[in-house]
């Protein structure tokens, strides 16, 4: 039985340096980086740019240490889903260690991370429009 | 360059059918038997799982040779290359060049972009 994913939802480029590393693939694949946020409380700084229905998000340290050269790396993707809560249920029934769905920095979506069981992948699922907008703890 | 999407993500792993196990088991992932198989001139095996418009491409080293061995050496299992699609390969290399960005050869309608000019990430240039 499926956990009901229906795309990948997003893709991870965790940088040193997630400006400079957004703007090099920006400028060299010709792609539009759609919008910029920091993270509350954590000190992150993210990019976005969108490939038809896969977003590219690069993330990384909201201030990058002085004279470091910007280095990437693939962090992980994220599977949307229809009905995370079910889906979470469906892996734990599975034996797979995942987190519980937690309110997204996307307004209005939950997200749960799976900690174990992906071949090194850093993966999460993530379902939109899980809970009134007005949840959405990025304010965004 | 027009870049299309983004077609496939490519994950190096130990054991090529324990993880198409895994992956069908927890998501519920079917593999396209079309596709993949042995490669012994790169040294690997691979299989393709479809996820709506892109897939995974899971990648097993066959050999010690090559950067999917190094990959493995190195890090073990995770996430080795992003696959991007763009409409003409031979085009997006020469535009790319044409910026300073190292890339390789097309071949077979593949381009590898040096990860000196990705900060590190591995890309693949892809023309369907």
Sequence with gaps: MSIGATHIDHIVVASNNSAATAKLFSENLGIEIKRVMSRPGTGAHMEFAKLQEIVLEFAGPGQPKEGEEPKARLGGFVLAVGDIDAAVATLRKRGVDVGDAHPAVQPGAKIAGIRAGTHGVPLALIQYNAMPAGNDPAGS | ?128
């Design chain 2, 1 to 128: 360059m027009k870049v299309r999407k983004i077609d496939h993500v490519g994950i190096v792993v130990k054991d090529l059918d324990a993880a198409l196990a895994t992956y069908s088991r927890h998501f519920g992932f079917a593999v396209d038997g079309s596709r993949g198989g042995e490669l012994p001139a790169l040294g690997i095996k691979n299989a393709f799982v479809p996820v709506a418009d892109s897939d995974l491409e899971f990648i097993q080293p066959t050999s010690d040779q090559g950067p999917v061995a190094k990959f493995a050496q190195e890090r073990g299992e995770g996430q080795f290359l992003l696959s991007i699609a763009v409409d003409d390969v031979n085009a997006a290399v020469e535009h790319l060049r044409g910026l300073g960005v190292r890339v390789g050869d097309p071949s077979n309608g593949v381009a590898f972009v040096s990860m000196k000019s990705s900060h590190g990430v591995n890309l693949q240039l892809i023309q369907r």
